[in-house]
């Protein structure tokens, strides 16, 4: 899609920034922390790191550290067995996900053991009466991407809330085709539920449909899709993935994907390129998305993008690609600025686009895809556009 307006190059505005530490928290024995979480209304702090989960208070005083990690696992064992011939080993548990459900006060925290299951914890104390449900959610080993974030969705939105997770395709070293075949039952994209009886399964099912978008089998062990962020907005939930530009290409690009949130079968699923170019400096492309976050913009900003103070906005870090390894990021970045309502209109200028026969089919990568049928409400075409 068209830039809007707003270019910073990242390397100014860190130059100016100057930052005062006020508090540490550390862990020597830990690898890695993976991610971190606040709490709204408390302060309190949660890490999500290899092998530990960490709950601070909000001055980051460690009040409780919990080992989650390493366990006896294997590729081949699915989340809640394992067949008595499988060689298991000593395996990381590397933090997958971690976000609190405030409607129900609970923290969710989802690692890459048994094919990348999770737990619900108490946001007083993450020991205590911790619920494991074996049911495989997220990415299963310590590099491929997960994105999770929970927003309104199926069966009665906005007044029910699901957890939105977008998942990497994985296989196992040395596995090929035959890695692992519960890998291949775990959508792409999907609504999980947090109804404790039914607590991460896919919100609604039917045999074919239903909250879940696969990628063709033909083509997922190539076609890798990078999760980076996702967010709700307006009615819709998103995602930014860096992907190949096509199914036989070296090319990466950074697209945008969106489902209505009242859609039970994902017919709305649909998927935009989302560009971050340069006028200076020769036209530089920042093709790979990096990280982002949606928020509301200062007053200035708003009336610079021909929006409201009240609307949502997308600002986003983007690299060049590396030119040897086209899916790593270079040194060079930039943040771009996106108004959510000129992303709405490029939908939807690319979904009417299609009606008319002027859209392109590209997304030889999902499995199931439907013409531009218009159903009942939010518009739902089950339709990939590219530009
Ligand atoms: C958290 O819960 C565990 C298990 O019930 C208990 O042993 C521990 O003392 C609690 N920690 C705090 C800080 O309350
Ligand atoms: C994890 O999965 C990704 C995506 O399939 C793959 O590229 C990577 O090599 C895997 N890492 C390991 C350690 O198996
Ligand atoms: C289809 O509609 C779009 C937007 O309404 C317009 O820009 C485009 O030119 C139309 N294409 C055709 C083939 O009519």
Do not use: W
Not at 117 to 126: A, D, E, M, T
Not at 132 to 154: D, K, L, Y
Not at 370 to 377: D, K, L, M
Request: glycine share 6%; hydrophobic share 35%; net charge neutral.
């Amino acid at each position: 899609m068209k830039r809007q307006l707003l270019i910073f190059l990242l390397t100014l505005a860190l130059a100016s920034a100057s930052s005062v530490i006020v508090r540490t928290f550390s862990d020597n024995e830990v690898e890695r922390f993976n991610h971190l979480v606040v709490d709204k209304n408390t302060g309190r702090v949660y890490i999500g790191a290899v092998n530990r989960l960490y709950q601070l208070s909000p001055a980051l005083d460690l009040v409780i550290a919990e080992k989650t990690g390493p366990e006896y696992d294997a590729f081949e064992c699915s989340a809640s067995e394992c067949s008595a011939g499988v060689q298991k080993k000593l395996t990381d548990n590397v933090n997958k996900a971690l976000v609190i459900d405030y409607t129900t006060t609970r923290l969710i925290a989802c690692g890459s053991l048994f094919q990348g299951i999770c737990s619900v914890r108490n946001l007083h104390n993450i020991s205590d009466g911790t619920q494991e449900v074996r049911e495989a959610v997220v990415a299963n080993n310590a590099t491929a991407s997960t994105v999770a974030f929970i927003a309104p969705g199926p069966p009665n939105p906005p007044v029910t809330q699901v957890m939105y997770v977008g998942v990497t395709y994985t296989v196992p070293e040395g596995f090929g085709t035959s890695g692992s075949s519960y890998r291949s039952e775990i959508p792409a994209v999907s609504s999980r539920s947090l109804d404790k009886d039914k607590m991460f399964q896919i919100a609604q099912m039917a045999v074919t449909t239903g909250t879940r978008m696969f990628v063709n089998s033909l083509a997922r062990e190539r076609y890798l899709i990078n999760y980076v962020y996702g967010f709700s907005s307006e009615g819709f939930s998103y995602f930014l993935t860096t992907q190949m530009k096509h199914s036989i290409s070296s090319q990466y690009v950074s697209k945008l994907v969106r489902v209505c949130q009242d859609d039970e079968n994902y017919y709305s699923y649909t998927e935009i390129p989302i560009d971050c170019t340069s006028d200076l400096q020769g036209g530089r492309n920042y093709n790979l998305v990096q990280a982002a976050y949606v928020a509301k913009p200062g007053s200035d900003l708003a009336s610079d993008l021909g929006i409201t103070a009240q609307d949502d906005v997308l600002y986003a870090v983007f690299s060049e690609s590396d030119p040897s390894h086209s899916n790593q990021p270079s040194d060079l970045s930039a943040l771009c600025v996106y108004s959510l309502k000129a992303i709405r209109r490029k939908f939807m200028q690319n979904i009417r686009n299609c009606f008319n026969g002027s859209g392109q089919r590209g997304l030889d990568f999902i499995s199931t895809s439907y013409a531009c049928v218009p159903t009942v409400s939010c518009l739902f075409f089950h339709i990939t556009i590219s530009l």
